[in-house]
């Protein structure tokens, strides 16, 4: 028990002072790295409070996608010209700020009201008749349905916007650098070793989010991961955006997830609404689907608009 204490309590403190040093670095490849960082103890504080589900979620996206994103930003905006330095006065208010709102976050969390008025009985006690074991799923596809479809295409948007930065000379290129293949390296070695097994672990977190943590999106982050090793490897080239199979499989989970909604129209009671006793394969093919269709977003956006030294 004591144990347990202490380490949490190292935990937050870590956390706190790695949040404060992305804050005041100066260096962009520095708070990156930093940040990465953060986000993966962030995960591990995710467990300790046994929302496993967001801790996966925080590992491939928050961790891994961002700090990927945000390495390539900082990247680019090497050797670019940097805004003037804002005041110091302006900082101070800004920290007083940051920390006024922490304050008030701790407040809520440290002191709770005596009647905890919460929904989580009553939606459980609802979740049968979907046949979804793991209460997150049950809620992301029963409850609230029409907001995880708006996730999805607020990621294919994400993606829109990405292609949106490309030239028009350049439209309908390969996205993202060149990579050079270097057969006898370690991230080869790696990229050949890991993707069958990273592969095999996206479909089972898949597969198995529908009674235990896990789902579409940290399956299909984790197939991106992949991907992305394969094609920083240099032992496949990227597609162009133009082709008809990247956007088909770009579309296809949102494109399911909202033929199975409209049909509920005329097989259930109105909109995202399941017919009884199907509700679990339903919702396990919409699964399937958003597995592949994130798996292959992510991956696009990571490698960003297509890039003037490549051709198709």
């Given at each position: 028990?004591?144990?347990?204490?202490?380490?949490?309590?190292?935990?937050?403190?870590?956390?706190?002072?790695?949040?404060?040093?992305?804050?005041?670095?100066?260096?962009?490849?520095?708070?990156?790295?930093?940040?990465?960082?953060?986000?993966?103890?962030?995960?591990?504080?995710?467990?300790?409070?046994?929302?496993?589900?967001?801790?996966?979620?925080?590992?491939?996206?928050?961790?891994?996608?961002?700090?990927?994103?945000?390495?390539?930003?900082?990247?680019?905006?090497?050797?670019?010209?940097?805004?003037?330095?804002?005041?110091?006065?302006?900082?101070?208010?800004?920290?007083?700020?940051?920390?006024?709102?922490?304050?008030?976050?701790?407040?809520?969390?440290?002191?709770?009201?005596?009647?905890?008025?919460?929904?989580?009985?009553?939606?459980?006690?609802?979740?049968?008749?979907?046949?979804?074991?793991?209460?997150?799923?049950?809620?992301?596809?029963?409850?609230?349905?029409?907001?995880?479809?708006?996730?999805?295409?607020?990621?294919?948007?994400?993606?829109?916007?990405?292609?949106?930065?490309?030239?028009?000379?350049?439209?309908?290129?390969?996205?993202?650098?060149?990579?050079?293949?270097?057969?006898?390296?370690?991230?080869?070695?790696?990229?050949?070793?890991?993707?069958?097994?990273?592969?095999?672990?996206?479909?089972?977190?898949?597969?198995?989010?529908?009674?235990?943590?896990?789902?579409?999106?940290?399956?299909?982050?984790?197939?991106?991961?992949?991907?992305?090793?394969?094609?920083?490897?240099?032992?496949?080239?990227?597609?162009?955006?133009?082709?008809?199979?990247?956007?088909?499989?770009?579309?296809?989970?949102?494109?399911?997830?909202?033929?199975?909604?409209?049909?509920?129209?005329?097989?259930?009671?109105?909109?995202?609404?399941?017919?009884?006793?199907?509700?679990?394969?339903?919702?396990?093919?919409?699964?399937?689907?958003?597995?592949?269709?994130?798996?292959?977003?992510?991956g696009l956006v990571a490698l960003g608009?297509?890039?003037?030294?490549?051709?198709?």
């Amino acid at each position: 028990m004591i144990a347990s204490v202490v380490l949490d309590i190292v935990l937050v403190a870590v956390l706190l002072a790695l949040a404060v040093w992305i804050t005041v670095a100066r260096a962009a490849f520095t708070a990156v790295f930093v940040f990465v960082a953060y986000g993966l103890l962030l995960t591990i504080a995710w467990v300790r409070l046994s929302a496993v589900d967001v801790a996966l979620t925080e590992a491939a996206i928050g961790g891994g996608l961002t700090g990927m994103l945000l390495l390539g930003a900082a990247a680019r905006l090497r050797g670019a010209k940097t805004a003037a330095a804002s005041s110091t006065s302006l900082r101070v208010a800004a920290a007083v700020f940051c920390a006024m709102i922490s304050i008030a976050l701790a407040a809520v969390l440290l002191v709770p009201p005596n009647i905890v008025v919460t929904l989580a009985p009553a939606a459980v006690a609802q979740l049968p008749p979907s046949g979804l074991g793991n209460p997150v799923a049950g809620v992301l596809f029963v409850y609230r349905a029409f907001d995880t479809m708006l996730e999805k295409v607020v990621l294919l948007l994400a993606l829109l916007g990405v292609w949106s930065l490309t030239p028009d000379r350049l439209w309908g290129g390969v996205p993202g650098p060149h990579f050079e293949a270097q057969p006898n390296s370690i991230l080869t070695f790696l990229a050949r070793l890991l993707p069958p097994v990273g592969i095999l672990v996206g479909i089972y977190m898949f597969w198995t989010g529908a009674d235990h943590p896990g789902g579409a999106f940290q399956g299909g982050a984790v197939v991106a991961a992949m991907w992305i090793l394969i094609m920083i490897a240099g032992l496949r080239v990227a597609p162009a955006i133009d082709r008809r199979a990247v956007r088909f499989l770009v579309v296809i989970g949102p494109g399911i997830f909202l033929a199975i909604g409209l049909a509920g129209f005329g097989l259930a009671d109105g909109f995202l609404v399941y017919p009884a006793g199907y509700a679990k394969p339903l919702i396990i093919v919409v699964e399937a689907a958003l597995t592949l269709s994130i798996g292959v977003t992510l991956g696009l956006v990571a490698l960003g608009p297509p890039n003037p030294m490549r051709r198709q």
